[in-house]
C-alpha cells in the first residue's frame, strides 16, 4: 500500500504565531552572539571601547506598511530635504511613490512584502522610529532592542482608540493631530497598569495641510449636471457595504445620480469575496482605487460613509456635507471596546453630518438633496476643525522640530 502526503497547510493564525516564535529564537541567538562579538573586541582591544564603532546606527527611520501613507509621510520628508538632514524610510509596497523621488538627504528603501520588512525592523539599529502602523510588539513587528524611541504618528484625525486592540500600548510618543485623540488615549492606559503612559504631543495633521495647500492652488469648480455621490466606506463587519451591500447600492441605482463607489483599501486586500459580486452587479458605478483620493473627493458633492476616518477629509478640508450610515458599529475588535463610552468620532457625527438608516435607504435620493442644502452643518465643521485638526499649516515642520529635539536629547543623555 502506497502512502500519499497531503501539503502541510498552516492557517494564518498559526502562521503569525510560528513567526513571531522564529523571530524571538532568531533574536535571542542575534542578542547572545553581538554580547560575545562585543566581549570578545574589548577584550581584544586592550579594554578600549568606541561609542561610534556600530557603523549600523540610523539615527531617524520612517516606516511605512503601504504605500497609501505616503501622503501622511511625503510632507515629512520634504521638510528633511529643505533642512539638508538624514532620514531613512522603510516602505513595504513595491510602488511607493518615495521610491521614485529624486531625494539628496531621504534613504528610501523597499524593505519586501508580508513579513519581510519585519525580518529587518526586529533588528533595525536606530534611535527614531516614526510609523502610522499600529500593533507594534502585538503581531509580527517587535520591538528591536536597538532602537530607543518608538514614534506613533495617526493617518487621521479620528480617535485613536479606533486601532485594534492593544494598537499602541507599546510606542513610547503619540504626535497627534488635535487634543480630541487624548482623553481615550489616558484612559485605555490608565486600564493597562503593565504600559507606561506615552507622551503625547499635538502637532497637526501633515496630509490634511498638504491637501488644503493643494485645494487652493484649483479655482472653483463649475456645478455638477448630475450630482456627484461619492460612497467611501470604512471595511470590516460594521462598514456599510458589508453590512448592507446590494440593498444600499440598489437604493442608489434608483437616484439617477452619478455614483462613485471608492472601497476601502484594507477591503481591497481582506474581503474581495464581499467586493467581486457587488462590483460585477453594480457596473455602471464608477469603482474608484487611485492611491490618492484628492481627485474623487474633490469631484464629489457629497460623500456617504460610516465610521470612516475619511469623512474628516472630506468635511473639514473640502468643507462638504456627508451623510453616514447607521451600521450599528461593533466594537469588540477595537480599543474602544475598553471604554464605556463610543469613539469620539461617532459622539460628533450628528453635528457634522445627517444620519441615514436602513429604513431610509427607499428615500436615499431626497436625503442627499436635502443634506447637500443643509447650511446649518457648516458651522458644526468649523467647531471640529478647531477641535482634531491644530497647528494647521505648521505640521510637517512641527514633526521635523519634534524629532530633532528629541534625537539631540537622545545624545545628550
Not at 28 to 49: E, I, N, P, V, W
Not at 63 to 69: A, G, L, Q, T, V
Not at 137 to 154: C, E, N
Not at 283 to 290: C, I, K, L
Amino acid at each position: 500500500m502506497s502512502v500519499q502526503f497531503l501539503p502541510l497547510y498552516i492557517d494564518p493564525g498559526t502562521g503569525s504565531m510560528l513567526f513571531s516564535l522564529f523571530i524571538g529564537i532568531a533574536a535571542a541567538a542575534s542578542f547572545a552572539l553581538r554580547a560575545l562579538y562585543l566581549r570578545l573586541k574589548f577584550l581584544f582591544s586592550g579594554g578600549k571601547t568606541d561609542r561610534n564603532s556600530d557603523s549600523k546606527n540610523i539615527q531617524i527611520v520612517i516606516f511605512s506598511d503601504h504605500k497609501r501613507y505616503w501622503n501622511v509621510f511625503e510632507p515629512i520628508c520634504d521638510e528633511f530635504e529643505q533642512h539638508k538632514k538624514n532620514i531613512v524610510y522603510y516602505t513595504a509596497s513595491p510602488d511607493d511613490p518615495a521610491l521614485l523621488k529624486k531625494y539628496n538627504y531621504v534613504h528610501t528603501e523597499y524593505l519586501g512584502e508580508k513579513n519581510k520588512p519585519f525580518a529587518k525592523l526586529n533588528f533595525l539599529h536606530a534611535d527614531i522610529v516614526l510609523a502610522t502602523t499600529p500593533g507594534l510588539d502585538v503581531y509580527q513587528w517587535k520591538r528591536s532592542k536597538f532602537v530607543k524611541l518608538y514614534i506613533h504618528i495617526p493617518h487621521s484625525v479620528s480617535d485613536l482608540c479606533g486601532y485594534r486592540m492593544f494598537g499602541l500600548d507599546h510606542y513610547d510618543v503619540v504626535l497627534g493631530t488635535g487634543l480630541n485623540q487624548l482623553p481615550s488615549l489616558r484612559k485605555i492606559e490608565k486600564l493597562r497598569p503593565a504600559i507606561k503612559e506615552k507622551e503625547f504631543s499635538v502637532v497637526g495633521c501633515t496630509y490634511l495641510d498638504s491637501m488644503k495647500n493643494r485645494l487652493e492652488s484649483f479655482s472653483k469648480d463649475e456645478p455638477h449636471q448630475k450630482k456627484v455621490v461619492l460612497v467611501a466606506p470604512s471595511w470590516g463587519k460594521s462598514s456599510i457595504l458589508s453590512k448592507f451591500g446590494n440593498k444600499f447600492l440598489e437604493s442608489l441605482s434608483n437616484t439617477g445620480y452619478e455614483i462613485i463607489i471608492r472601497p476601502h483599501p484594507q477591503s481591497i486586500v481582506s474581503e474581495q469575496n464581499m467586493l467581486r459580486p457587488l462590483q460585477e452587479k453594480y457596473s455602471d458605478f464608477e469603482w474608484n482605487y487611485d492611491n490618492d483620493n484628492f481627485d474623487v473627493l474633490k469631484r464629489a458633492d457629497i460623500m456617504i460613509t460610516d465610521f470612516s476616518g475619511v469623512m474628516f477629509d472630506y468635511a473639514l478640508v473640502f468643507d462638504k456635507p456627508f451623510i453616514y450610515a447607521d451600521t450599528k458599529f461593533d466594537k469588540s475588535p477595537y480599543d474602544i471596546d475598553w471604554l464605556e463610552e463610543s469613539l469620539w468620532e461617532l459622539q460628533i457625527l450628528t453635528k457634522i453630518g445627517v444620519q441615514l438608516k436602513e429604513e431610509q435607504f427607499p428615500q436615499i435620493k431626497e436625503i442627499i438633496a436635502s443634506t447637500i442644502e443643509n447650511t446649518d452643518l457648516q458651522s458644526a465643521r468649523n467647531e471640529v476643525r478647531d477641535m482634531a485638526w491644530q497647528k494647521r499649516g505648521k505640521a510637517a515642520s512641527e514633526v521635523y522640530n519634534f524629532l530633532l529635539k528629541k534625537l539631540q536629547k537622545l545624545e545628550t543623555n
